[in-house]
């Protein structure tokens, strides 16, 4: 097994839009993520700001649109721009770009991952038996309590860029 990174620290994961992006702020102590202290789905223009403002030791990852050959439209190109910007506000941090199939294949597996299969591999390494797939209820938050699609998109980059840059999983 590769040595762990048994230092503590912060990562700023985002999943971008053309117009808002999820992210999550999740901590980890070195050997696992032990929680997510902040999360949403707001507009690029505050979290532009927000990772400005936030501290240089933060890890900052960022999921890339990758091309397969197929055509997309005038959003995909927005995201594009949105991850340039996100990336020259994270500068002075440590940065990286997490591709989809990495995603798939650290938390899944397999190439052949669809969205319910990576929350559910989230769910089963983050908040097995807790209630509402890791959520909980109101009285009883689980350590998904609140989450979102892209919310749920968010915490797949920042697992991955965790287990790949953190405890030096290889593929």
């Known amino acids: 097994m590769a040595e762990q990174n048994t230092t503590k620290g912060t990562i700023f994961a ?3 839009g053309n117009t808002e992006s999820g992210y999550v702020i999740a901590e980890h102590n070195g050997e ?3 929680r997510v202290t902040h999360k949403g789905k707001i507009a690029n223009e505050k979290l ?3 990772i400005e ?3 240089v030791s933060i890890h900052v990852a960022i999921e890339m649109v990758a091309s397969y050959g ?3 439209g005038a959003e995909v190109f927005d995201t594009c721009v949105w991850i340039g910007r996100f990336t020259q506000a ?3 941090r440590t940065i990286e770009r997490i591709y989809r199939k990495d995603e798939k294949l650290y938390l899944c597996g397999k190439l052949t991952a669809k969205d319910s299969n990576i929350s559910q591999a989230l769910v089963d390494r983050f908040a097995p038996g807790q209630p509402n797939k890791g959520k909980g209820t109101v009285k009883n938050p689980g350590f998904f309590y609140g989450f979102s699609k892209d919310m749920w998109a968010a915490m797949a980059v920042a697992t991955t860029y965790f287990d790949k840059n953190i405890r030096k999983i290889p593929l």
């Open 48 to 50: 532009l700001r927000i």
């Open 14 to 16: 985002i999943d971008p």
């Open 90 to 92: 994270a500068q002075g």
């Open 32 to 34: 696992e993520i032990t």
């Open 53 to 55: 403002m936030s501290p």
């Open 70 to 72: 197929m055509p997309v």
